[in-house]
């Protein structure tokens, strides 16, 4: 199943100004990898070509520059293949535009007749990018994962929620305290919205060496989630310290925050509740998910292997 919609990329049958999308999304995705781009998308009669760009090759005894005419057809919004009739005259388009390849750039697939006619142009070289290509190149390409964000941004989202590393047999989230929200969904702005608040008991600010107790930890989305639940706990005669979630996802921050906390613990300067000490545990636990790498299927098996060892031995 695809992970990106290429519906979200306007049609090019639109009169919006939003008709060239498609054609702007290929020159941006084949200049990230690499491609100099030799004639830029235009409107009007283009005489068979979309772009046409120029891929150099580093070759053992010399270097050379393929010249690659690039036609873009997006079919996504009718769910139609690509058809012989939406591609005449390839060969003539790819010598009268002085090229030695041809690209075809699809957001759907080519039928089997087009397929059968590009299978027999062996004069240049062929190559088709259809949404499957294409995908798979945009989400293995680091180069290439913000154009998912600036072209396909209700699928962006939806990606990163299910970002997390697989470290459990399900995900957890973190959920706001206020709103029930998931912290670990990013916002439009492409980050995490939220912060991990500790409260704590007032102590007399002239005593440097006071324990510091947490009776609770909250979690909470910036603004007024995070505004109403300080209010609550401030009327009840606490105070709070917080860290941004943004900033613990980073894994030095990450790894400094466990590192506080631990060496809180052990010079006895901070103390916890059972309540919040679970609170805490649940919140590393969570964002970890976003820290840490994917497992390899090695490690799976290994983390399997040790839990099959009794705790005796």
Known sequence: MSLLNFREISSANNSDGNQDSFELFAREFFERLGFKIAVNPDRGQDGGRDIIIIEKRDGILNNSEVKWLVSCKHKAHSGKSVIVSDEEDISDRVRAHG?????????????????????????FEVQIFDHERIERVLLNNEALKQLIRRFFPISYNKINIKSPSNLFTEYMPLKCTSCGKDLLYKDISDKYGGVVVFVEEKNNLEESNVNK??????????????????????????????????????????????????????????????????????????????????????????IIDLQSIPKGL
Request: charged share 20%; hydrophobic share 35%; with cysteine.
């Open 99 to 123: 090229c030695d390849g041809f690209i075809g750039f699809y957001s759907t697939v080519t039928s089997s007749g087009l397929n059968t006619k590009l299978g027999k142009l062996n004069e």
């Open 213 to 302: 107790k947490i009776v609770d930890i909250y979690y909470a989305c910036k603004g007024t989630c995070d505004k109403n639940l300080a209010h609550y706990y401030f009327s009840l005669g606490y105070t709070n310290g917080w860290n941004d979630i943004s900033d613990l996802i980073i894994p030095y921050k990450f790894l400094q925050f466990c590192v506080g906390v631990i060496n809180g613990m052990r010079n006895g300067k901070q103390s916890y509740t059972d309540e919040a000490f679970e609170k805490l545990k649940h919140f590393i636990i969570a964002i970890s998910q976003i820290v840490m790498k994917n497992q390899s299927e090695e490690d799976v098996k290994r």
